[in-house]
């Protein structure tokens, strides 16, 4: 291994796996401190890749695809990288490695793809794991030598997410509270089970105002579905819609607690030290082992029992059984 190697971290998916993916850049600088890291990921994941001290140079994967492959190919040479880690398995990401000429490419054995582009390959199995997601993503380290599995306190150290943005003025204003600030994001874009907006009102109905101000965030398009919610708790602050993803960001590290399902918003808020607490189905491979949110405040909640009844069925009756009073006494607990 050479001592200052440049590596791509491959992940061009949703915002809380790149999240989960970024203590790897931190474990890679640790272990190789003169290595150059560059992530590959999707333009609207730019602003969570900055927050890392770890990573040296963000590259789209969105500027790639409008180019032919012939510069697509060009554009991978000229980052004159020595390794690339497809954590997220894209096809043509991996033979556009292998035909720019990167010299060491990792990938896992279950992807048939990559024993024609791949010449480390790991064997792993994500589906089927006991592992959390960001110990999963551990394990193609092992090309570097990097054998160890790191517990989720430990790969909380490894965020490295020191840039974080100034909060605009206009939003600051909204923070300049001595209550406990909360912010709850009910909707997921269908990209996790959720609680349900009956139960996000119970829990509002037991946040005392005069210890609590309560946000409300989501999209612009979930703000629409919001309209009830909100027009029942006229105390609850709506910022659904207000900020791009940079001053939500801001806002969140402003804030002191932040309750979601398995979403982006959970999973930063977590990285950043907030008070996370995750809504979770107890079903594989959903489940909280698999995509808890880790950081140092971070905790979840899930039934003890078998969710294989709703499996099929979205709206799942087994998280929205999560109780209000129990998300209180997280909430409130030291």
């Known amino acids: 291994m050479q001592n200052n190697p440049t590596i791509i971290i491959s992940r061009t998916d949703s915002i809380g796996d ?27 994941t730019k602003d969570i890749i900055a927050l890392s001290e770890h990573v040296d140079e963000f590259v789209s994967y969105d500027d790639i695809l409008k ?30 490695a292998k035909k720019a000429g990167i010299k060491n490419r990792i990938g896992t054995t279950n ?36 054998h160890e599995i790191y517990s989720l306190h430990d ?38 089970r959720e609680w349900g907006l009956d139960n996000f009102s119970r829990l509002i109905s037991l946040l005392d105002p005069s210890k609590y101000t309560v946000f409300i965030s989501g999209t612009q398009q979930e703000g629409e579905l919001l309209k009830t919610l909100l027009s029942k708790h006229p105390e609850v602050i709506d910022i659904t819609g207000k900020m791009n993803l940079q001053q939500f960001i801001a806002f969140i590290s402003q804030c002191d607690v932040l309750i979601a ?51 099929k069925n979205h709206d799942c009756h087994c998280i929205r059984e999560i109780q209000a009073l129990d998300i209180l006494t997280v909430i409130e607990k030291n």
């Open 155 to 192: 790969l909380a150290r490894y965020y490295g997410f020191s840039k974080v943005p100034i909060l605009d003025n206009s939003f600051k204003e909204l923070t300049r509270t001595v209550k406990t600030k909360v912010i709850l994001h009910p909707k997921s874009k269908g990209s996790a």
């Open 261 to 311: 399902a398995s979403t982006g918003p959970l999973h930063i808020a977590a990285a950043l030290g907030k008070k996370a607490i995750g809504l979770f189905a107890p079903m594989r491979p959903i489940h909280p082992e698999r995509w808890r949110p880790i950081g140092t405040q971070a905790h979840y909640l899930v039934l003890n029992k078998d969710c294989s009844d709703c499996r």
């Open 67 to 96: 180019h032919a492959e012939k510069d697509q190919i060009e554009i991978l040479k000229k980052l004159n990288a020595t390794h690339i880690i497809h954590v997220f398995p894209v096809k043509e990401i991996a033979f556009l």
């Open 18 to 44: 790149v999240v989960l993916t970024l203590p790897l850049a931190g474990i890679i600088k640790q272990h190789l401190p003169q290595a150059k890291v560059i992530f590959l990921g999707r333009n609207y």
């Open 111 to 146: 992807r048939y793809y990559h024993w024609l582009t791949c010449n480390f390959k790991v064997k792993l199995s994500r589906k089927n794991s006991d592992l959390h997601e960001s110990q999963l993503n551990c394990k193609l380290l092992e090309p570097f030598g990097i």
